[in-house]
């Protein structure tokens, strides 16, 4: 079956402008968690959807928000572009989310931001 | 504020050495703790992941990692590492609180 995909794959911005990624999971899968790679703070955890509502969030300025939609795939926005946005978005999807015993995640190839 | 450590930044070790990397987590109470690996090239994977339970946890590729709790420590082992275990591995760890990622340990397996 087909794998988490993110579109756009590379993207380039402005400071001050906004963006949205996108994220379609795993056919099945409800829940969505959405984390941020940069060389210097690592990896950051940003927010999970499940079932259309935000189960958990990370420690991340408002300019961050996110949304899922009834066939399960989500949606990042990030506002007003910093330059210290510029990083690795990864998402990644499962059945019910990590609690569940068996239970594992499948990561997307992540979407790549520069902000000029 | 919640923390993950990971204290080796590089490992290298030889193919068929063991492996443990360590982590240690800064916050009492519940504690859910995970470790993932990226491999050159490929997307993040969950290795795997302790919840409540048996303190020894295996996973995916032969993995495997123990919760410690009087040691604050979820370190990572494989008996007997192969080249293709070349990667980054993170630990990480949540409770009442966000998900938080240690830096990261770079192993690099040589034959």
């Known amino acids: 079956k087909a794998g988490v995909t993110q579109t756009p794959r590379y993207l380039i911005k402005t400071r001050g402008q906004q963006v949205t990624l996108s994220c379609s999971p795993i056919?099945?899968?409800?829940?969505v968690s959405w984390y941020q790679q940069t060389p210097g703070q690592g990896l950051q955890f940003l927010f999970e959807?499940?079932?259309?509502?935000?189960?958990n969030k990370g420690n991340f300025p408002g300019r961050f928000s996110g949304r899922q939609f009834s066939n399960s795939r989500s949606e990042m926005n990030v506002s007003t572009l910093e330059l210290g946005d510029s990083a690795l978005y990864l998402c990644?999807?499962?059945?019910?989310?990590?609690?569940?015993?068996?239970?594992?995640?499948?990561f997307g190839p992540g979407t790549r931001l520069l902000v000029l | 504020a919640q923390s993950v450590s990971q204290h080796n930044h590089h490992v290298i070790l030889s193919e068929a050495a063991s492996l443990e990397l360590g982590c240690n987590y800064s916050y009492g109470g519940t504690v859910n703790l995970f470790w993932y690996v990226q491999y050159p090239g490929q997307h993040l994977q969950l290795l795997l992941k302790?919840?409540?339970?048996?303190?020894l946890v295996k996973g995916i590729k032969g993995f495997e990692a123990e919760f410690i709790k009087s040691k604050f420590s979820f370190n990572l082992r494989k008996p007997s590492v192969q080249w293709s275990d070349t990667a980054e591995y993170f630990c990480a760890g949540s409770g009442n609180t966000p998900l938080v990622f240690g830096k990261g340990t770079r192993l690099s397996v040589i034959a």
């Open positions: 302790y919840f409540s339970g048996d303190p």
């Open positions: 959807y499940f079932s259309e509502t935000q189960r």
């Open positions: 056919s099945g899968h409800r829940s």
């Open positions: 990644a999807s499962s059945l019910g989310g990590l609690r569940i015993p068996g239970e594992t995640q499948y």
